[in-house]
Protein backbone atom coordinates (compact mmCIF):
# COMPACT_ATOMS: atom_id res chain seq x y z
CA UNK A 1 0.00 0.00 0.00
CA UNK A 2 0.54 3.81 -0.03
CA UNK A 3 2.35 5.40 3.18
CA UNK A 4 5.03 7.92 4.24
CA UNK A 5 7.13 8.02 7.27
CA UNK A 6 8.90 11.12 8.55
CA UNK A 7 10.82 11.67 11.47
CA UNK A 8 9.46 12.58 14.99
CA UNK A 9 9.44 15.35 16.39
CA UNK A 10 10.13 18.09 17.91
CA UNK A 11 13.34 19.48 16.12
CA UNK A 12 14.71 22.36 17.68
CA UNK A 13 18.00 23.99 16.17
CA UNK A 14 19.44 26.83 17.10
CA UNK A 15 19.18 29.95 14.07
CA UNK A 16 21.09 29.82 10.98
CA UNK A 17 21.91 26.03 11.45
CA UNK A 18 21.02 23.23 8.94
CA UNK A 19 18.08 21.49 8.95
CA UNK A 20 16.99 17.82 7.60
CA UNK A 21 14.02 16.45 8.12
CA UNK A 22 13.22 12.70 7.19
CA UNK A 23 10.62 11.36 4.71
CA UNK A 24 10.35 7.88 3.33
CA UNK A 25 7.49 6.56 1.41
CA UNK A 26 6.25 3.30 0.50
CA UNK A 27 3.99 2.80 -3.36
CA UNK A 28 2.79 0.92 -6.05
CA UNK A 29 3.99 3.41 -8.91
CA UNK A 30 5.78 6.45 -8.97
CA UNK A 31 3.67 9.25 -6.69
CA UNK A 32 3.78 12.77 -7.06
CA UNK A 33 5.46 13.89 -3.31
CA UNK A 34 5.39 17.13 -1.52
CA UNK A 35 6.14 19.12 1.42
CA UNK A 36 3.70 21.22 3.22
CA UNK A 37 4.25 23.44 5.96
CA UNK A 38 1.92 24.46 8.80
CA UNK A 39 2.33 27.97 11.16
CA UNK A 40 0.89 27.97 14.47
CA UNK A 41 -3.04 28.50 13.79
CA UNK A 42 -3.04 28.01 10.26
CA UNK A 43 -4.52 25.69 7.52
CA UNK A 44 -1.19 23.72 5.35
CA UNK A 45 0.21 25.35 3.19
CA UNK A 46 2.25 23.90 0.10
CA UNK A 47 6.16 24.49 0.53
CA UNK A 48 7.70 22.55 -1.76
CA UNK A 49 6.89 19.40 -4.46
CA UNK A 50 8.37 16.88 -6.88
CA UNK A 51 6.78 14.74 -9.61
CA UNK A 52 9.24 12.35 -10.68
CA UNK A 53 12.70 11.04 -9.88
CA UNK A 54 15.64 13.38 -9.38
CA UNK A 55 13.64 16.28 -9.46
CA UNK A 56 14.37 18.84 -6.84
CA UNK A 57 11.67 20.98 -5.41
CA UNK A 58 12.53 24.08 -3.84
CA UNK A 59 11.40 27.14 -2.07
CA UNK A 60 12.18 29.87 0.47
CA UNK A 61 15.33 28.52 0.61
CA UNK A 62 14.21 24.45 1.28
CA UNK A 63 14.75 21.92 -0.74
CA UNK A 64 13.85 18.44 -1.25
CA UNK A 65 15.12 15.81 -3.67
CA UNK A 66 13.05 12.68 -4.92
CA UNK A 67 15.13 9.79 -4.54
CA UNK A 68 13.66 6.68 -5.96
CA UNK A 69 16.32 4.15 -4.92
CA UNK A 70 15.72 5.33 -1.50
CA UNK A 71 11.86 6.45 -1.50
CA UNK A 72 12.97 9.65 -0.07
CA UNK A 73 12.26 12.69 -0.12
CA UNK A 74 14.26 14.26 2.86
CA UNK A 75 13.52 18.00 3.50
CA UNK A 76 16.72 20.75 3.80
CA UNK A 77 17.74 24.38 4.24
CA UNK A 78 20.84 25.69 4.97
CA UNK A 79 20.30 28.31 7.64
CA UNK A 80 17.37 28.30 9.16
CA UNK A 81 15.15 30.83 10.99
CA UNK A 82 13.17 31.83 13.76
CA UNK A 83 9.91 32.68 11.15
CA UNK A 84 10.73 28.79 10.02
CA UNK A 85 9.49 26.95 13.67
CA UNK A 86 6.15 25.02 12.25
CA UNK A 87 4.97 21.97 11.50
CA UNK A 88 6.08 20.10 8.32
CA UNK A 89 4.52 17.82 6.83
CA UNK A 90 5.56 14.96 4.14
CA UNK A 91 2.92 14.20 1.37
CA UNK A 92 2.50 11.19 -1.35
CA UNK A 93 0.16 11.91 -3.91
CA UNK A 94 -0.06 8.68 -5.63
CA UNK A 95 -2.74 9.95 -8.38
CA UNK A 96 -5.09 7.54 -10.34
CA UNK A 97 -8.70 7.53 -9.89
CA UNK A 98 -8.77 8.33 -6.15
CA UNK A 99 -6.29 11.08 -6.14
CA UNK A 100 -6.23 10.61 -2.25
CA UNK A 101 -3.12 12.43 -0.76
CA UNK A 102 -1.35 10.48 1.94
CA UNK A 103 -0.17 12.53 4.49
CA UNK A 104 2.91 11.63 7.44
CA UNK A 105 2.32 12.54 10.87
CA UNK A 106 4.20 16.07 11.03
CA UNK A 107 7.46 16.98 12.33
CA UNK A 108 8.02 20.17 14.62
CA UNK A 109 10.42 22.32 13.99
CA UNK A 110 11.23 24.52 16.74
CA UNK A 111 14.01 27.65 15.72
CA UNK A 112 15.52 29.05 18.77
CA UNK A 113 16.85 32.42 18.12
CA UNK B 1 -9.07 35.64 -3.67
CA UNK B 2 -9.32 32.27 -5.13
CA UNK B 3 -8.86 29.24 -2.53
CA UNK B 4 -10.87 27.48 -0.42
CA UNK B 5 -12.87 28.88 2.11
CA UNK B 6 -14.31 27.10 5.12
CA UNK B 7 -16.58 28.94 7.54
CA UNK B 8 -17.21 28.67 10.70
CA UNK B 9 -13.90 29.02 11.99
CA UNK B 10 -14.40 28.16 15.86
CA UNK B 11 -17.75 26.19 16.84
CA UNK B 12 -18.67 24.72 20.07
CA UNK B 13 -21.62 21.98 20.32
CA UNK B 14 -23.03 20.04 22.85
CA UNK B 15 -23.17 16.79 22.87
CA UNK B 16 -25.57 15.02 20.51
CA UNK B 17 -26.06 18.09 18.44
CA UNK B 18 -25.45 17.74 14.36
CA UNK B 19 -23.83 20.59 12.42
CA UNK B 20 -22.59 21.31 9.18
CA UNK B 21 -18.96 22.45 8.37
CA UNK B 22 -18.96 24.38 5.30
CA UNK B 23 -16.30 24.10 2.71
CA UNK B 24 -16.62 26.26 -0.78
CA UNK B 25 -13.53 26.46 -3.61
CA UNK B 26 -13.70 28.41 -6.88
CA UNK B 27 -11.01 27.21 -9.02
CA UNK B 28 -12.77 25.21 -10.29
CA UNK B 29 -11.24 21.91 -8.87
CA UNK B 30 -12.50 18.54 -9.21
CA UNK B 31 -10.98 17.23 -6.37
CA UNK B 32 -12.36 17.59 -2.52
CA UNK B 33 -11.62 16.00 0.52
CA UNK B 34 -11.88 16.32 4.00
CA UNK B 35 -9.24 15.77 7.12
CA UNK B 36 -8.89 16.11 10.86
CA UNK B 37 -6.27 16.69 12.84
CA UNK B 38 -5.65 15.71 16.15
CA UNK B 39 -2.51 16.16 18.00
CA UNK B 40 0.23 13.40 17.28
CA UNK B 41 -1.59 11.72 14.82
CA UNK B 42 -1.52 14.11 12.18
CA UNK B 43 -4.18 14.11 9.13
CA UNK B 44 -6.36 11.85 8.54
CA UNK B 45 -9.06 11.45 5.60
CA UNK B 46 -12.72 11.16 6.63
CA UNK B 47 -14.05 11.45 3.06
CA UNK B 48 -13.53 12.47 -0.44
CA UNK B 49 -15.17 13.20 -3.46
CA UNK B 50 -13.65 13.06 -6.94
CA UNK B 51 -16.40 15.34 -8.94
CA UNK B 52 -19.55 16.49 -8.46
CA UNK B 53 -22.54 13.47 -7.53
CA UNK B 54 -19.44 11.67 -6.49
CA UNK B 55 -18.56 10.63 -2.88
CA UNK B 56 -16.42 7.99 -1.08
CA UNK B 57 -15.22 7.15 2.76
CA UNK B 58 -11.49 7.92 3.75
CA UNK B 59 -9.65 6.71 6.59
CA UNK B 60 -12.44 8.10 9.63
CA UNK B 61 -15.74 8.53 7.94
CA UNK B 62 -17.87 7.24 11.13
CA UNK B 63 -20.13 10.39 12.15
CA UNK B 64 -19.46 12.15 9.67
CA UNK B 65 -21.67 12.50 6.21
CA UNK B 66 -20.81 14.77 3.02
CA UNK B 67 -22.62 15.77 -0.86
CA UNK B 68 -21.30 16.93 -3.54
CA UNK B 69 -24.14 18.36 -5.55
CA UNK B 70 -22.04 21.12 -7.24
CA UNK B 71 -18.26 21.63 -7.68
CA UNK B 72 -17.68 23.77 -5.88
CA UNK B 73 -19.20 23.42 -2.36
CA UNK B 74 -18.74 20.07 -0.23
CA UNK B 75 -20.31 20.59 2.90
CA UNK B 76 -19.58 18.04 5.92
CA UNK B 77 -22.21 17.00 8.43
CA UNK B 78 -22.01 16.06 12.12
CA UNK B 79 -25.13 13.80 12.66
CA UNK B 80 -24.75 13.69 16.43
CA UNK B 81 -21.85 15.03 17.96
CA UNK B 82 -19.78 13.35 20.18
CA UNK B 83 -16.60 14.71 22.09
CA UNK B 84 -14.15 12.24 20.46
CA UNK B 85 -14.77 14.50 17.16
CA UNK B 86 -13.04 17.12 19.25
CA UNK B 87 -10.59 18.51 16.65
CA UNK B 88 -9.75 20.60 13.61
CA UNK B 89 -11.09 20.14 10.12
CA UNK B 90 -9.38 20.91 7.40
CA UNK B 91 -11.09 20.99 3.45
CA UNK B 92 -8.77 21.03 0.74
CA UNK B 93 -9.08 20.79 -2.64
CA UNK B 94 -7.39 19.89 -6.26
CA UNK B 95 -6.94 19.39 -9.67
CA UNK B 96 -6.10 16.13 -10.86
CA UNK B 97 -3.26 14.67 -12.21
CA UNK B 98 -2.80 15.16 -15.81
CA UNK B 99 0.29 13.71 -17.70
CA UNK B 100 1.81 13.02 -14.59
CA UNK B 101 2.12 16.31 -13.35
CA UNK B 102 0.20 16.09 -9.64
CA UNK B 103 -0.28 20.08 -8.11
CA UNK B 104 -0.73 18.93 -4.89
CA UNK B 105 -3.91 20.21 -2.32
CA UNK B 106 -5.11 23.86 -1.40
CA UNK B 107 -5.93 23.78 1.89
CA UNK B 108 -8.55 25.68 3.81
CA UNK B 109 -7.55 27.41 6.90
CA UNK B 110 -9.45 25.22 9.19
CA UNK B 111 -12.53 25.18 12.07
CA UNK B 112 -11.46 24.28 14.73
CA UNK B 113 -14.80 21.94 16.53
CA UNK B 114 -14.95 21.84 20.42
CA UNK B 115 -17.72 19.20 21.60
CA UNK B 116 -18.86 19.10 25.19
Redesign the interface.
Do not use: V
Given at each position: GNSVTQMEGPVTLSEEAFLTINCTYTATGY??L?W?VQYPG?????LL?A??ADDKGSNKGFEATYRKETTSFHLEKGSVQVSDSAVY?C?S?P???????I????TLLAVQP | NAGVTQTPKFQVLKTGQSMTLQCAQDMNHEYMSWYRQDPGMGLRLIHYSVGAGITDQGEVPNGYNVSRSTTEDFPLRLLSAAPSQTSVYFCASSTRCRGGICYGYTFGSGTRLTVV
Open positions: PSFYEGLQLKTKFAFGGATNKLFGTG | -
